[in-house]
């Protein structure tokens, strides 16, 4: 296909040469360079056609894949699975799957990853050299690299493989070139730097580097037999294409590190750190926080200094028994979110503005909540909800993969009998039917509701695990009627599930009796 650049080239040499030299010279038929000389407008055009629907297919599937964690390796995630899910055809899916890891036969084991770090500006991936006295074994099978581990299919390295990639395509980090340097910083990149420096002889290191942190552009120190090979990337394909042929000589790819990348995603890879000493606890700490993050399941780019105090609140509460009516102590939340006090203090008088705390008796304090405050919230999102399943039901079917995926998330918190995991699961897969029905407005005011709700149930120190089997088989209920367009089933499901919810917290006010006449009158419909 001719560039546009091309087009211009040779409409621009006719002014001197005749159209069938210049046509002669470019390559071109006549009748085409006549056919530019007549446009204005000499840039590509859209072809006609059937549109292609495979770059929009390796979105989708990445994002399933970029969550799935070490569950990518089991038969929920084969490309049949995978297909039926999104509604894709098979081989579409496949030849996305195929484009985030690499053929079977170069699946050849037994190294080790060692250390997997992200944050802008630097993504690291570690990995240690097979010892050779068993990593010969192993080679071409994807099996164990020695030290007596059972050997694992290629199959499953594969899968893995896409996960990692996925998360990375999905968090953005091909974007990091284009952020401003000093603004978009989360992490301290010299703690990254040193992970450089303390490889060993049996290490090499893959850097995604687009703003030249390291110096050098492909480093490969030969100081002494105890440095460590350094390969610098600037370019994200280039990275990528290094990483999949790297972790492709891996015996296998950890699933704690897997289920690390999956609860990260969401947060554009920020503060991701996985070594191979203390993976468990990374996986735990990982776990725990995302769970306690009162705007976890926000998008990050609404994410202020407001939705970063109201997680580190949501965690003073619980911690510290904070009840309503307390006052909020602003010196030990800059502590805490090591942050100024003047951003806390800022914080503090926007959370009030926005009616989350109580500024009226001097000054911040855990709101008094009242039955009504209750019967008002729920019925608000009872209302916005019903709007936004009626239109996420007329929605293609495609929409509906982040949902699927939400619901896998509350299935897996439902069998826990965690009440904090519980809660946060299905206020992610609420927010995520939000999302998914293309009404920006309906959502923002859905999201707004949710934020006040999360502060109420931690404010009343709520524990759901008594109904987590209730709260899933509603999501199951409202996320199988949507999935057959039927959108009165799912809204009957949604008031249903709302009303077990207010009547459950407001059944904590033992001074004051729940109005049931006042809920009925609030929420009746037609």
Known sequence: MYSSEMRRAAVAGTASSSIAEVAAQFGVSPSSLRRWMLRSDL???????????????????????????????????????????????????????????VPRDQVRGGDEITVVAGGFPLVIIGIRAADQRGGDDSAGSGGDGGGGSSAVSARRVQRRIAGIVAALRSAGVKHWPQRFDSEHRQTDASAMLELLQAGGRRERFLVFDPHK???????????????????????????????????????????????????????????????????????????????????SWLPKETRSITEHLAIALREEI???????????????????????????????????????????????????????????????????????????ALRPKRYFVPVQLALRQVEASAATKSGIDVEDADLHFQQELARASGLRQSTRAFEALTLRLRL??????????PASDRILIDDRAIFKALSLGDADTAVSAWRGKVDNAVRHMAGLFARRRFDQDLWAQLTRSG
């Not at 495979?54 to 049949?80: F, H």
């Not at 110096?215 to 350094?230: H, L, R, Y």
């Not at 109420?456 to 695990?465: E, G, H, K, R, T």
């Open 43 to 101: 840039e590509d055009r859209p072809r006609s056609g059937r549109p292609q629907i495979q770059s929009t297919a390796d979105q989708v599937v990445e994002a399933l894949v970029s969550t799935a964690g070490a569950r990518i390796s089991g038969k929920d995630y084969s490309t049949r699975a995978l297909a039926e899910a999104t509604g894709l055809s098979q081989s579409i899916v496949s030849r996305a799957m195929r484009g985030m890891t």
């Open 213 to 295: 942190e390291t110096s050098g552009g492909v480093a490969e120190s030969q100081d002494t037999a105890e440095s460590a090979a350094i390969a610098v990337h600037r370019d994200f394909a280039e990275f990528l294409d290094a990483a999949k042929s790297a972790l492709a000589t891996c015996r296998d790819v950890p699933g704690s590190l897997l289920d690390m990348l999956a609860a990260r995603v969401r947060h554009g890879f920020e503060g991701v750190m996985w070594k191979e000493a203390s993976h468990n606890d990374a996986q735990r700490s990982s776990i725990s926080s995302d769970s306690m993050e009162i705007s």
């Open 318 to 392: 619980i911690d510290s028994g904070y009840e309503p009516g307390d006052r909020i102590n602003p010196r030990l939340l800059s502590r805490r979110m090591q942050v100024p006090r003047s951003s806390v203090d800022a914080a503090l008088r926007r959370m009030v503005d926005d009616k989350l705390l109580d500024g009226s008796r001097g000054g911040t304090r855990i709101p008094l909540i009242t039955t009504l405050d209750v019967l008002d919230l729920y019925a608000g999102r009872m209302a916005v909800g019903e709007v936004l399943l009626r239109s996420l």
């Open 456 to 465: 109420f149930i931690s404010v009343l120190q709520l524990d759901y695990s």
